[in-house]
């Protein structure tokens, strides 16, 4: 079972495939008011201890954000977000020998967060709020995720419709990568994500995952990032039951699920808040991805102890995932 191309993003001091194995990106939101963990992280000491275990859990890339883009939420202004992000950088940097990505839409946010020491920028207004980023990215060489938003976080989730889903989607991502690659950003350091939970019902987030493999006309590695979304949520809510808070196991469950599939229809990097269990999830997917078929045909009776003892040495040298994981190499 082969869905996935093999991508190969080399920069700075950094190697990282895409495709070989299922990258996890970790998650820490450095803001009072996240929708996933309520401000937990809000505090630099905490953003930085929580980043160290993400790295040390298995975490391919540490995501820092410092505004958040929760349905219905405002901008921060950048010094504020500069203020947040900056100073868990700076540390987080020395810490992991893992990239760092700045998760923001402003180019000034973004600048600081790369010269404190972050390597890759997740933009997840795909250019739309600051085209500067674009030029940034070039200027640094380094790797640009362009995801779809409907509009704008305060707005997004009101009644979002399209003519079509995922043709609208792909239409939207390819104009993203064109202006990026206008402003002199190497097609090679691009990565896209179509956006789960931004301006999306509940169906619509479902037949996104569904149909990822439409996501291939792109050419271009894909980020998924369902990890405790509303949708999972509302989903596995009982009818007239309140709100399942999105740190409950119920959630993480739903989210690990969410995660298969999106593995399973060619999803190259999964964005998480627990890597712990995210690991499990993509070990086991990424070896029944790797399966060959030829494994199940039949074969004489003394081929098959050998045969076997054959297939338990891959098996072994599969789950050998590399120290830093994903394929990542820090030169």
Request: glycine share 8%; aromatic share 4%.
């Amino acid at each position: 079972m082969d869905l996935r191309k093999t991508y190969r993003f080399v920069w700075r001091d950094y190697t990282l495939e895409l495709g070989r194995q299922t990258c996890i990106m970790g998650v820490v939101n450095v803001t009072p008011d996240s929708f996933s963990d309520g401000g937990r992280f809000y505090d630099h000491h905490a953003a930085v201890a929580q980043g160290e275990k993400l790295a040390a859990e298995g975490a391919a890339v540490i995501d820092i954000g410092g505004e958040s883009t929760r349905p219905f939420s405002d901008p921060v202004p950048i010094e504020e977000e500069i203020r947040r992000v900056v100073p868990v950088i700076e540390k987080l940097a020395q810490r992991v020998a893992v990239p760092i990505s700045i998760d923001t839409t402003k180019a000034e946010v973004a600048r600081r967060a790369l010269e404190a020491g972050a390597a890759i920028i997740n933009d997840v207004s795909a250019l739309r709020f600051d085209p500067g980023i674009a030029e940034l990215a070039a200027e640094f060489d380094t790797p640009l995720i362009l995801m779809h938003m409907l509009a704008e976080p305060k707005s997004m989730q009101i009644r979002p419709r399209y003519e079509n889903l995922i043709e609208d989607i792909l239409t939207f991502l390819e104009a993203a990568v064109e202006r990026a690659e206008n402003q002199g950003v190497a097609r090679a350091k691009i990565i896209v994500d179509p956006g789960i939970g931004f301006g999306k019902t509940v169906a619509h987030n479902l037949l996104l995952i569904k149909h990822l493999q439409a996501f291939t006309r792109l050419d271009l590695p894909i980020l998924i990032g369902a990890s405790r979304k509303a949708f999972i949520r509302k989903i596995l809510k009982n009818k007239d039951a309140k709100d399942i808070p999105p740190d409950s196991p119920i959630v993480e469950n739903g989210t690990q699920a969410a995660v298969a599939a999106a593995i399973l229809n060619g999803a190259h990097m999964v964005r998480v808040h627990d890597v712990a269990n995210t690991i499990a999830t993509v070990k086991i997917l990424d070896a029944l991805l790797d399966v060959q078929e030829s494994e199940g045909m039949g074969q004489r009776a003394e081929d098959r102890g050998q045969r076997s003892e054959g297939r338990g040495q891959r098996a072994d040298d599969r789950s050998q995932f590399p120290e830093i994981g994903c394929g990542v190499v820090k030169r």
